[in-house]
Structures are given as structure tokens and as C-alpha cells.
Nanobody, 124 residues
């Protein structure tokens, strides 16, 4: 009965910022690795960022490195994605995912639980 609920998506101009949140309920959040994936229309789902539980180590796709920051607040059972310097090519549905093993891989098949997605649209 693990549930992930994303929020914070919306419309922003190129160069602007958004912060996505993902609240987790029904599980042991502090032991989960958390990740963000995204999917644009007509394209495959792609990895964006991940954070482990053991050391809070982070990893990023090359396309977002230096612009996006993933973080977690275990007291709030919430993971965040701070997105700065947004580009039109960042436009996609963003999905939050949890891996109960805590590894934080870049592969979608490694994740057990998924949110419903939140739309991010970046206008030029």
C-alpha cells in the first residue's frame, strides 16, 4: 500500500525554476532509494536523478547535471527535485519512483513504486 504523490509541476518560462515534491506513505521511506524519471510525448521514459538512503549519495543524468538537485527529508517522508535554469527540452511528465532496496540505480525496472506523474512545461 505504498503511495507516492507528486506535486509542484506547472508552467514556467525558460530559465526559470520549479521544485517538485514527492510524498511517500505506507512504507519505510528512510530505507528507500528515490528517483525522478521523465517522459516527453513520443519519447521513452528517461532517468533524471536518484538519491540513496544509506549515504544520500546522488546521481544525475548528464542532461540535467548542474541544473537539477535531488534531496530528501526523511522526517517528512518527502523527496524533492529542485529544477533551475529550465529549458524547453525539460518539458515532460515527471515521475517519482521508490526502490525498497535503496540502491538508487538509473534503470526504471529497478524501482518498485511509482507516482502518477506531474506535468512540467517550459515555454521559450
Amino acid at each position: 500500500q505504498v503511495q507516492l504523490v507528486e506535486s509542484g509541476g506547472g508552467l514556467v518560462q525558460a530559465g526559470g525554476s520549479l521544485r517538485l515534491s514527492c510524498a511517500v506513505s505506507g512504507g519505510t521511506f528512510s530505507t528507500y532509494a528515490m528517483a525522478w524519471f521523465r517522459q516527453a510525448p513520443g519519447k521513452e521514459r528517461e532517468f533524471v536523478a536518484a538519491i540513496t538512503w544509506r549515504s544520500s549519495s546522488t546521481g544525475y543524468a548528464d542532461s540535467v547535471k548542474g541544473r537539477f538537485t535531488i534531496s530528501r527529508d526523511n522526517a517528512k517522508n518527502t523527496v524533492y527535485l529542485q529544477m533551475n535554469s529550465l529549458k524547453p527540452e525539460d518539458t515532460a511528465v515527471y515521475y517519482c519512483a521508490a526502490d525498497h532496496r535503496g540502491y538508487g540505480s538509473r534503470w526504471s525496472n529497478d524501482y518498485d513504486y511509482w507516482g502518477q506523474g506531474t506535468q512540467v512545461t517550459v515555454s521559450s
